[in-house]
């Protein structure tokens, strides 16, 4: 069972490079989402998209942009780093918010 | 907008105490969840919870959603060292059925 999968588990980046976050989820979600997580932060939703072709904002957008690629696969990229994005990304799927979410095991970025 | 906040940030504890953590919610609504993350991973669905008064049990871990509907209450009892993580409670977002808003958490530390 592999659930949510992302890759990479760690990047390094320099200001101003680009990169971008895979996802892919095996569970036949409808929704998938991109959280970062902060220090004392919590999880703070960056893009989400509710189904297949659809994506929207979260709480904290800027500096990111999305692409749902089918049904399985959503992508956060990053088209120029800043410090200020580093962060621990965590993709999650959900078939509805009331049963909760399914979350991968993060993606651990530093921009220097 | 609505917002979660949970008490305490952190505890430190002896294996073997009880806990009790806490999540209150500025508005009503009728569902929350409970997620631990542990060290390096993705948050974990624990339980979830969909009426007012509800108790339910995972384990030794124990949450009821509170009868103002606007608090939820998560007891792990005899801890042991693997309780060591990050408690959140979630709840979908009012007027979307695809998004959850997370609180900042509660780290627990337990010694063993």
């Known amino acids: 069972n592999a659930g949510v999968t992302q890759t990479p588990k760690f990047q390094v980046l320099k200001t101003g490079q680009s990169m971008t976050l895979q996802c892919a989820q095996d569970m036949n979600h409808n929704s998938m989402y991109w959280y970062r997580q902060d220090p004392g932060m919590g999880l703070r939703l960056i893009y989400y998209s509710a189904s297949e072709g659809t994506t929207d904002k979260g709480e904290v957008p800027n500096g990111y942009n999305v692409s749902r690629l089918n049904k399985r696969e959503f992508s956060l990229r990053l088209e120029s780093a800043a410090p200020s994005q580093t962060s621990v990304y965590f993709c999650?799927?959900?078939?509805?918010?009331?049963?909760?979410?399914?979350f991968g095991q993060g993606t651990r970025l530093t921009v220097v | 907008g609505q917002q979660l906040n949970q008490s305490p940030q952190s505890m430190f504890i002896q294996e073997g105490e009880d806990v009790s953590m806490n999540c209150t919610s500025s508005s009503i609504f009728n569902t929350w969840l409970w997620y631990k993350q542990d060290p390096g991973e993705g948050p974990v669905l624990l339980i979830a919870l969909y009426k007012a008064g509800e108790l339910t049990s995972n384990g030794r871990l124990t949450a009821q959603f509170g009868i103002t509907r606007k608090d939820s209450f998560l007891n792990i009892s005899a801890s042991i060292p693997s309780d060591v993580g990050i408690y959140f409670c979630a709840q979908p977002i009012r007027g979307s059925n695809y998004k959850l808003t997370f609180g900042k958490g509660t780290l627990l530390t337990v010694n063993p």
């Open positions: 999650a799927s959900s078939e509805a918010a009331v049963v909760g979410a399914f």
